[in-house]
């Protein structure tokens, strides 16, 4: 009998296939692998993908320390606008918070949409509201009306809705009100799943405040019947219910069970079962926090992420290793004021369905074919051309995937399109490369959003491209966007499940304290930033943190007095005296010129304001190691050459003959120029003329123009 291993997995599920990385944390070891998912029961495919794993290295269950896990849930949820019979209970007055909302102009001024109001979470016939008033420094204007509060509970228990959400006005400053309408609901309607907005969004700002207490409520029962049944399965693969240390239902045997959530960070499932809203980009942010610490190792510290995936692909940014955060973000229609990686959603991933529009015009997503019934060329009864469809008959990918696990029917593909280029009046080429043009713009434009949006010059950045379909796409986005090039790393259609091993635990909290820098109470403010270290501290220790572990990160939401927003900035380290202002000031001047170009340093009749205070606390973990390969020794081509296949690139150029590289036979320092396609277990990357890839030390493929002073 062989010695326990000690084996780390990270597990992303995704809409077409479920990725898992595995590291053994004794000798290095990494394995990945890919398995379909399984949307009727995604368990499935989860244990599937651990089965898989553990056969490649030779182990078995009693080997695992600990798995994260990365899951589209809450998403999906939201996007679908699945939110039915959900209740919402707010203060006497203010029903119609939901209508009131914001004012959005998406398309400036000009046109018929000046006045934008979001589809209603809740109906307004599902709102009641209960006596009592808090202001907005917390004390009692209005006592808590108990009587109407247990009318509004009852009247939800009497209609069947068992799923709510309460937000009292100004109950960041004191929740006493809201504490007590739980109570009564516990007592009343037993059954009903709540969530409470202090609990929630510690943070001033009603209408977001309700929205994304709504958004928690929506998505709980949800999240904590897949966490649950994820859970079971886990627990039964292991070794049943006979040993000791299972936990309340948590992980087996004291086996850590981590759920990624938005933030950055992870929390164990039984923590994210209280707080389903945290996870609502849970795979997005795995994958770019994977790709920030790809590309750091490789030494390029700006970059743009492209995670494409059978459904979406998602992009974000990256400074100096690190994925930018947003508080302003939003999933569908609905906005979610919770600490999240900026990522931008656009439906552009492998099974993104062609379609003519009413205008007669070309088409690409966002419907998609998803994984079942998928592409026409998976010929599992899919009716419509994909962006799958279009790389596989143009010769960009092979007629298989998953190197050769999954055959692809080319032939059904390429009906398909002809059928769709003839109602067009094109031949099939310039349908087909149409159908990836409008892909390519559709990602181009979203990169736009998280880059050129926010004031960044993205000639200064390279991509870095992972997922399944991520990479098929990038030499035309470096040529539409002018980038400086690609990264794209070793196994990319698992760097999501790769990102899940590399991230620490993370809660984080939030307290509004709207105060101006003239007039703060230095002692007051410690009162409150030492309360939500003992919060944080608190669950570090329920997750089984140490003291001397503890990590606290600080910041301070500041503005202008006047503005309507804020901007972050890092606070310092020591005791909130008057060297503390200060340096807040100072961070916050050079932020909002970094921002918006010009700030009222020196100018005193221009007030800083503090709006909110915040504390992250973190519990780091050791990362995998990214490990670097060997030279490429001996011929290139007589090494690392599989053969030759026509692609199309370009229609008015027709099919050209093109190398076809394996990628697990390149070496770092192997260069090599296109066309040429790439290929790998979990994805393909095509190389257009004009191209050059480098191989890097770590087995990072490196691609940029030829010539290019970059």
């Known amino acids: 009998m062989t010695d326990q291993r000690r084996i780390r997995i990270g597990i992303d599920t995704g809409g077409t296939f479920t990725d898992v990385v595995a590291v053994d944390e004794d000798s290095g070891e990494q394995r990945t692998t890919k398995t379909p998912s399984t949307p009727s029961n995604p368990a499935d495919g989860f244990i599937n993908g651990i089965t898989k794993i553990l056969d490649l290295m030779g182990a078995d269950g009693n080997d695992i320390t600990a798995v994260s896990h990365g899951t589209t849930v809450a998403t999906n949820?939201?996007?679908?606008?699945?939110?039915?019979?959900?209740?919402?209970?707010?203060?006497?007055?203010?029903?119609?918070?939901?209508?009131?909302?914001?004012?959005?102009?998406?398309?400036?001024?000009?046109?018929?949409?000046?006045?934008?109001?979001?589809?209603?979470?809740?109906?307004?016939?599902?709102?009641?509201?209960?006596?009592?008033?808090?202001?907005?420094?917390?004390?009692?204007?209005?006592?808590?009306?108990?009587?109407?509060?247990?009318?509004?509970?009852?009247?939800?228990?009497?209609?069947?809705?068992?799923?709510?959400?309460?937000?009292?006005?100004?109950?960041?400053?004191?929740?006493?009100?809201?504490?007590?309408?739980?109570?009564?609901?516990?007592?009343?309607?037993?059954?009903?799943?709540?969530?409470?907005?202090?609990?929630?969004?510690?943070?001033?700002?009603?209408?977001?405040?309700?929205?994304?207490?709504?958004?928690d409520a929506a998505v709980k029962p949800n999240v904590s019947r897949y966490v649950s049944n994820i859970q079971e399965r886990l627990w039964e693969f292991i070794g049943g219910g006979d040993s000791g240390g299972h936990t309340g239902g948590g992980a087996p045997r004291g086996i850590p069970f981590y759920v990624m959530k938005s933030n950055g960070g992870v929390l164990s499932a039984d923590e994210v079962v209280h707080q389903p809203i945290t996870t609502v980009l849970s795979g997005p942010a795995a994958g770019a926090l994977g790709a920030a610490l790809i590309a750091q190792k490789a030494g390029f510290p700006k970059v743009l992420t492209c995670d494409g995936g059978g459904t979406s692909t998602d992009v974000s940014v990256v400074l100096d290793g690190e994925p930018t955060l947003t508080t302003e973000g939003t999933v569908g229609a609905y906005p979610s004021k919770i600490p999240m990686i900026d990522v931008v959603t656009v439906g552009a991933g492998g099974g993104s369905i062609a379609w003519i529009s009413p205008e007669g015009a070309l088409k690409v997503g966002p419907q998609s074919a998803g994984a079942d019934p998928g592409p026409l060329c998976y010929a599992k009864g899919g009716t419509e051309p994909t962006i799958t469809d279009a790389h596989v008959t143009l010769g960009r990918i092979p007629p298989h995937l998953l190197g050769g696990e999954i055959p692809l029917d080319v032939d059904a593909a390429r009906v398909g399109i002809e059928e769709l280029a003839g109602r067009l009046g094109l031949d099939f080429e310039r349908c087909a490369?149409?159908?990836?043009?409008?892909?390519?713009?559709?990602?181009?434009?979203?990169?736009?959003?998280?880059?050129?949006?926010?004031?960044?010059?993205?000639?200064?950045?390279?991509?870095?491209?992972?997922?399944?379909?991520?990479?098929?796409?990038a030499c035309r986005l470096v040529d539409i966007l002018d980038l400086a090039g690609v990264v794209v790393p070793p196994n990319p259609g698992n760097v999501s499940a790769f990102g899940l091993l590399t991230v620490d635990v993370k809660n984080d909290y939030v307290q509004t304290h709207v105060t101006r820098e003239s007039s703060l109470d230095h002692a007051e403010i410690q009162a409150i930033v030492d309360d939500?270290?003992?919060?944080?501290?608190?669950?570090?220790?329920?997750?089984?943190?140490?003291?001397?572990?503890?990590?606290?990160?600080?910041?301070?939401?500041?503005?202008?007095?006047?503005?309507?927003?804020?901007?972050?900035?890092?606070?310092?380290?020591?005791?909130?005296?008057?060297?503390?202002?200060?340096?807040?000031?100072?961070?916050?001047?050079?932020?909002?010129?970094?921002?918006?170009?010009?700030?009222?340093?020196?100018?005193?009749?221009?007030?800083?304001?503090?709006?909110?205070?915040r504390v992250t606390g973190v519990g780091p973990i050791t990362r995998p190691e990214i490990l670097t390969v060997a030279a490429g020794e001996g011929d290139l081509a007589s090494r690392a050459v599989t053969g030759t296949r026509d692609v199309c690139?370009?229609?008015?150029?027709?099919?050209?003959?093109?190398?076809?590289?394996?990628?697990?036979?390149?070496?770092?320092?192997?260069?090599?120029?296109?066309?040429?396609?790439?290929?790998?277990?979990?994805?393909?990357?095509?190389?257009?003329p004009g191209f050059t890839v480098r191989v890097d030390d770590w087995g990072n493929l490196v691609i940029t123009r030829e010539g290019a002073a970059r």
């Open 77 to 215: 949820k939201l996007l679908e606008g699945k939110v039915e019979q959900l209740g919402f209970i707010t203060t006497d007055g203010y029903e119609f918070m939901l209508e009131i909302a914001r004012q959005s102009v998406p398309d400036g001024y000009g046109n018929s949409y000046f006045w934008v109001k979001p589809d209603r979470i809740v109906p307004a016939d599902r709102v009641r509201t209960v006596g009592g008033r808090m202001d907005f420094e917390g004390h009692e204007i209005r006592p808590f009306d108990e009587e109407s509060a247990r009318t509004a509970a009852r009247w939800f228990r009497d209609q069947g809705i068992s799923t709510l959400g309460v937000c009292l006005l100004h109950s960041y400053a004191n929740d006493a009100h809201e504490l007590r309408m739980r109570e009564i609901l516990a007592e009343e309607h037993p059954e009903a799943v709540v969530s409470i907005s202090s609990e929630v969004l510690r943070e001033y700002r009603e209408y977001e405040r309700s929205m994304t207490t709504l958004v």
């Open 433 to 473: 490369t149409g159908i990836l043009e409008i892909s390519a713009w559709n990602q181009a434009n979203a990169l736009r959003q998280v880059s050129v949006k926010r004031g960044l010059d993205v000639r200064d950045f390279m991509l870095t491209t992972f997922g399944g379909s991520g990479s098929l796409l």
């Open 532 to 613: 939500l270290t003992a919060k944080a501290r608190t669950a570090l220790e329920k997750e089984g943190f140490t003291e001397d572990q503890h990590q606290f990160a600080r910041t301070i939401d500041v503005r202008y007095v006047g503005q309507a927003f804020e901007v972050r900035v890092p606070a310092p380290d020591g005791p909130v005296d008057d060297r503390f202002a200060q340096t807040i000031a100072d961070r916050f001047h050079t932020e909002h010129h970094q921002l918006y170009g010009y700030d009222f340093r020196g100018d005193t009749d221009q007030h800083v304001e503090w709006v909110n205070l």
């Open 649 to 688: 690139f370009d229609a008015t150029q027709g099919y050209v003959p093109t190398t076809v590289y394996a990628r697990e036979q390149l070496g770092a320092g192997d260069t090599f120029t296109g066309p040429a396609i790439v290929e790998e277990f979990g994805s393909t990357v095509p190389v257009h």
